[in-house]
């Protein structure tokens, strides 16, 4: 059985998503209209925190990776009921999305394949520096579809960057970046992601 957002993966893409402090409620209106303009029943637990902010921007996405997406960066949790999606608190344990992953062979090839020909950055802040590098993977990607490039719960996009490069695939500058900010990296299907850099245990 699909999930609600597996479901909404089989749906058209849109070109541009994208929330600058998006509230809760916001979120939730997003995803209320469901695909041919059919509206979906959401139930919020009432442990819900209704003080979540949303940002983020995707290119070439489904509604329902979207919402995926904004729901692990807001802190919450979904889950298809029969007759509507119930939104829960985010469990500690909780793991990704499966059908987020999903093809992330390609985008590590497409990060790989585009080539920057000069990066360079002097004590920007981190959430301009992957603005700039997701606008340049669409500019330089021959079919224009470039990488999607999202922080993490937690990841601070205030973080100071500084580097210059020339010539190097996108996959590699944001190693870099993530290796400046002290951040992991998980590539999706549709997107990378900066994170938060796990403890490793002594």
Do not use: W
Request: glycine share 6%.
């Amino acid at each position: 059985m699909l999930s609600a957002a597996e479901g909404c993966a089989q749906a058209a893409r849109i070109k541009k998503v994208e929330f600058d402090e998006a509230s809760l409620e916001d979120l939730i209106d997003f995803l209320r209209e469901g695909a041919a303009g059919k509206t979906r029943n959401i139930l919020v637990d009432p442990r819900m925190k209704k003080e979540i902010r949303v940002t983020l921007t995707l290119h070439d996405v489904t509604k329902g990776v979207a919402f995926a997406y904004a729901a692990e960066l807001g802190g919450f949790d979904y889950r298809e009921e029969r007759h509507a999606i119930r939104i829960v608190p985010r469990s500690p344990k909780a793991t990704v999305k499966a059908f987020l992953k999903r093809g992330n062979p390609m985008t590590l090839r497409r990060a790989s394949e585009i080539v920057m020909p000069k990066v360079e950055f002097d004590e920007a802040e981190l959430r301009q520096v992957i603005d700039d590098i997701a606008t340049a993977s669409r500019q330089l990607d021959s079919r224009k579809k470039g990488i999607n490039v999202l922080l993490g719960p937690g990841v601070d996009p205030s973080t100071p960057v500084t580097f210059q490069l020339q010539n190097v695939p996108v996959a590699e500058v944001l190693k870099y970046v993530a290796d400046f900010a002290r951040l992991d990296i998980r590539t999706d299907g549709n997107a990378v992601v900066l994170l938060k850099r796990r403890k490793v245990a002594r």
